[in-house]
T-cell receptor
Framework: DSGVTQTPKHLITATGQRVTLRCSPR?????VYWYQQSLDQGLQFLIQ???????AKGNILERFSAQQFPDLHSELNLSSLELGDSALYFC??????????????FGPGTRLTVL | GQSLEQPSEVTAVEGAIVQINCTYQ??????LSWYQQHDGGAPTFLSY????GLEETGRFSSFLSRSDSYGYLLLQELQMKDSASYFC????????????FGQGTELSVKP
């Protein structure tokens, strides 16, 4: 157990819908990262927040947005969902803006299925 | 930009030694990380090399050659539970903690 929690574990929805994925980082960690992992694919970095501010952005679609709240939990919002958005979405956290030794602690993931 | 290459799959038998290679191209280099992911599970950090040489942690070792832009993960005394995907990763020097992951190597350990 990494100490990072994500809810929900599974999400099934329809095309065109909007969903929110939630992540609580490890106690004391200020950085939160979001990744997308499609079937048999590597981890694609979406976005990073550090202490409430956006720090780095990957190839995140305009339909996707995220934020980090004062209590450091983060939410990833996915809208106008398409079939291709079906994937595992991981949240990770680290103490610093750049994880020591690049170590990030990953949550269990949210499996999103778009029908 | 950054890119990493690693074999898509490797098969080995229990008790054997296996090496998973990773070559990278990056405009700025801090270090090479390795992560393990069991099927559908959360990736977990294994090791990090910032300097040339071998880092050993139990049955797992990781090696880096900065001049060759190359590293590898060495798994010894393979166990069935080592069957998983292994990802190498480098940091994007222009974007803080952003990690660029390779596509992953699926390791199958056979009895």
């Amino acid at each position: 157990d990494s100490g990072v929690t994500q809810t929900p574990k599974h999400l099934i929805t329809a095309t065109g819908q909007r969903v929110t994925l939630r992540c609580s980082p490890r106690s004391g960690d200020l950085s939160v990262y979001w990744y997308q992992q499609s079937l048999d694919q590597g981890l694609q970095f979406l976005i990073q927040y550090y202490n409430g501010e956006e720090r780095a952005k990957g190839n995140i679609l305009e339909r996707f947005s995220a934020q980090q709240f004062p209590d450091l939990h983060s939410e990833l919002n996915l809208s106008s969902l398409e079939l291709g958005d079906s994937a595992l979405y991981f949240c990770a956290s680290s103490v610093a803006e750049q994880g020591a030794r690049d170590e990030q602690f990953f949550g269990p993931g949210t499996r999103l299925t778009v029908l | 930009g950054q890119s990493l290459e690693q074999p898509s799959e490797v098969t080995a038998v229990e008790g054997a030694i296996v090496q998973i290679n990773c070559t990278y191209q990056t405009s700025g280099f801090y270090g090479l990380s390795w992560y393990q992911q069991h099927d559908g599970g959360a990736p977990t950090f294994l090791s990090y090399n910032a300097l040339d040489g071998l880092e050993e942690t139990g049955r797992f070792s990781s090696f880096l050659s900065r001049s060759d832009s190359y590293g590898y993960l060495l798994l010894q005394e393979l166990q069935m539970k080592d069957s998983a995907s292994y990802f190498c990763a480098v940091r994007d020097q222009n974007q803080g903690g952003k990690l660029i992951f390779g596509q992953g190597t699926e390791l199958s350990v056979k009895p």
